[in-house]
């Protein structure tokens, strides 16, 4: 507004900037409130009407125009100003009722856990919302430090009602059942009877006790990796993968658990496809058996990070697949 007042002043009136003073208000309305918008409406009337008369404008019928201009765009400005100030506080109320929402179904994991530090790193797809279709859980039982890391089939709000049946029934099932396998029954009948149609969870559970070794149970999920305390990476493959959970109606068989060695300064890396399907430009998958050596920092949280902040960079961008990284850590109490 300025500069239209000082080119208009140097120009003289047969330029014709006078109506540019309508930007003012313009870019109030994109970028601040609705006081905002009204206070450089006002001014920028006064400064139409100063220089029309300085120009001599109202005369005819320019300087009247113009007035008429910068009153409209003020009047079209206010309004944007009040929808967009309504659209932001709807979605700051979205967005803090899916906080409470995800925080609720993925509660914080706990630090540290029988021999076990625990560290959690999790990225969903859907930014705005911050929720996503991945889930784990730490549950320190009877039986041992019960985990499960999944997958569910699809997005959305259906992605994350489902999660929430999983994660309630192992939550309920770690505490209850004597060993993995009578947990990951419970599973299979709970998500055999409540999902439909064609959706499905993988998931990976492990159990750790005091035996210096992980039980783990398969259905469909991408194989935990294993970093030794020497730096060497281990896929902890099953002999034999199952259905994820959800297609028990298929009767095939469930999977079979498997022990993998797991001693003092060994880490334990769970995850979901979002992690290991991550592209670069160049199309290439994250290598993430390469990357692993990267959780060498003692803070098991800044290890994963790391990580993290890695997979970010490989992909230049924003994630495309929500991400879940479960770090188990293995030190002597």
Request: hydrophobic share 45%; aromatic share 6%.
């Amino acid at each position: 507004m300025a500069i239209v007042a000082v080119v208009d002043v140097t120009a003289g009136p047969s330029v014709g900037f006078l109506p540019l003073v309508a930007l003012g208000p313009a870019f109030a309305g994109l970028m601040g409130g609705w006081r905002r918008t009204a206070l450089v409406g006002a001014l920028a009337l006064v400064l139409c009407l100063g220089l029309g008369l300085y120009d001599g404008l109202f005369a005819g019928r320019r300087g009247f125009t113009a007035l008429a201009s910068v009153a409209g765009v003020t009047a079209a400005g206010l309004v944007a100003a009040v929808m967009r100030q309504r659209r932001e506080a709807e979605l700051a109320s979205v967005r803090s009722i899916a906080e409470v929402a995800q925080r609720v179904l993925l509660r914080p994991v706990p630090r540290s856990a029988g021999h076990l530090r625990v560290a959690v790193s999790y990225t969903s797809a859907m930014a705005e919302a911050r929720i996503g279709g991945d889930l784990y859980e730490v549950v320190a039982s009877p039986g041992g430090v019960r985990v499960i890391v999944g997958d569910v089939q699809g997005k959305g709000l259906e992605a994350v009602e489902t999660a929430a049946l999983v994660l309630g029934a192992f939550r309920e099932a770690a505490h209850d059942e004597p060993d993995l396998s009578s947990v990951g029954a419970r599973l299979e009948r709970a998500t055999d009877r409540e999902l439909q149609g064609e959706k499905f969870v993988t998931a990976v559970l492990a159990e750790v006790r005091d035996d210096q070794c992980v039980t783990l149970l398969n259905y469909g999920h991408p194989a935990p990796v294993i970093l030794r305390r020497d730096g060497t990476v281990h896929f902890a493959e099953p002999r034999r993968y199952a259905l994820p959970l959800g297609l028990g109606i298929h009767g095939t068989g469930g999977p079979e658990p498997y022990r993998a060695e797991f001693t003092p300064g060994d880490q334990l890396l769970l995850y979901t496809d979002g992690v290991t399907e991550a592209r670069d430009h160049a199309d290439c998958f994250y290598p993430l058996g390469e990357r692993a050596v990267l959780l060498k920092d003692p803070d098991p949280e800044a290890a994963l990070q790391a990580l993290r902040g890695d997979l970010v960079r490989h992909v230049e961008g924003p994630l495309h697949d929500d991400a879940a990284m479960l770090l188990l850590r293995y030190h002597e109490r």
